[in-house]
């Protein structure tokens, strides 16, 4: 090629990375305009994940059933090592919360009253990288959502997203724990992005979320034994019975378990309704009828949870929940929140 071709070549190569890449300030400003709550970006070179934790739960068998959290350790350790040239990942979170639970016979987690999240973030993920991809069709993506072996509370933690808080799940300085996480992995990363600074863990000597749990399942601060948890045994657990101890004190849940996040001081403080459609709760969810449940056809179970999380543990487990709610109900509580 001539000198001058050279050039111009370069100069076009030059351009086009220049001039046609948005800016980290431009991609946070996009992924707010989705409805995400918080965006951290961390460069693969940033993430560190320790083996000890991971491997000291699963070896005490906290897992149960959940075999799939004992699989594909290693990918679980590197998470660059999803998706070819992985450069960063950038960590999302959605608020989903759909307001206060009332003092019902039976109760739904929040998280599973309206729309399956990991549509609803999956989707807004690929909007994501769909309009980088506008600017540079050489990048590429792969969005995340439970879809792959990968730590994401740590990651959250490094992204800036919000600090772990003692019953484990991710807690937001702006709107408490009630939000979904997801990633975007990505082949670039971004000059402009400030370096993720951890969140600090405000935690303190708190211990509402231990106290509260009716079936111990928080062994030790951060650390749950999911075998002991009311969301585990019914959401996971494929058998017929849920075991008596766990059975009386489910306190009416029958799909997931908000006790421990109910209590949080961080939610009682900072809790704020969802901005998302998708996420405000099915009347059948929100003050779900025994009777209605129990006595549901196949074809009912179908239409009604249709894109629902509640669809996983299927007629027999939902039916079985209840059934175990109602074997050991105690007296109505009220409910612990009031927005
Ligand atoms: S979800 Fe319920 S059972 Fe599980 S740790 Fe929290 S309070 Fe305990
Ligand atoms: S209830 Fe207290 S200890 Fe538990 S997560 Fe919330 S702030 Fe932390």
Redesign the pocket.
């Known amino acids: 090629m001539q000198p001058v071709q050279d050039a111009v070549a370069y100069f076009a190569g030059y351009d086009k990375a220049m001039t046609m890449l948005p800016t980290y300030a431009m991609l946070e400003e996009k992924a707010r305009t989705l409805g995400f709550l918080k965006v951290g970006l961390l460069p693969v070179e940033h993430i560190t994940i320790a083996r000890d934790g991971l491997a000291q739960w699963l070896g005490l068998g906290y897992h149960g059933e959940m075999q799939w959290m004992a699989d594909h350790l290693d990918k679980r350790l590197d998470p660059g090592s999803l998706m070819p040239d992985t450069k960063s990942i950038l960590c999302v979170a959605l608020n989903y919360y759909p307001g206060a639970v009332a003092a019902n016979q039976l109760k739904v987690a929040r998280y599973a009253q309206g729309d399956d999240y990991h549509h609803v973030l999956k989707d807004k993920l690929k909007a994501l990288l769909q309009w980088l991809q506008a600017f540079d069709d050489t990048i590429a993506g792969r969005p995340l959502v439970d879809s792959a072996p990968i730590m994401e509370k740590t990651l959250a933690v490094q992204a800036g997203i919000g600090w772990q808080g003692k019953?484990s799940n991710i807690i937001t300085p702006e709107a408490g724990s009630w939000v979904f996480l997801g990633e975007l992995l990505l082949n670039i990363t971004f000059p402009d992005a400030p370096t993720p600074i951890p969140v600090r863990n405000f935690c303190g000597s708190c211990t509402r979320?231990i106290t509260?749990?009716?079936?111990q399942?928080?062994t030790e601060p951060y650390v749950?034994d999911a075998t002991r948890?009311?969301?585990y045994w019914t959401i996971e657990y494929k058998g017929d019975t849920i075991p008596q101890p766990i059975a009386e004190n489910m306190a009416g849940w029958i799909f997931g378990?908000d006790?421990?996040q109910e209590v949080c001081p961080w939610n009682v403080k900072r809790q704020q309704p969802t901005q998302e459609p998708a996420f405000l709760p099915r009347p059948w969810n929100k003050a779900p009828r025994p009777e209605e449940i129990l006595a549901i056809s196949p074809e009912r179970f179908k239409t009604r949870y249709r894109k629902s999380p509640v669809k996983r543990a299927k007629i027999h487990g939902l039916q079985r929940n209840v059934t175990a709610a109602l074997q050991y109900q105690k007296p109505q509580s009220a409910p612990q929140d009031t927005k």
């Open positions: 019953h979320c509260a749990c009716p079936t399942a928080i749950v948890c009311i969301s378990c006790i421990c």
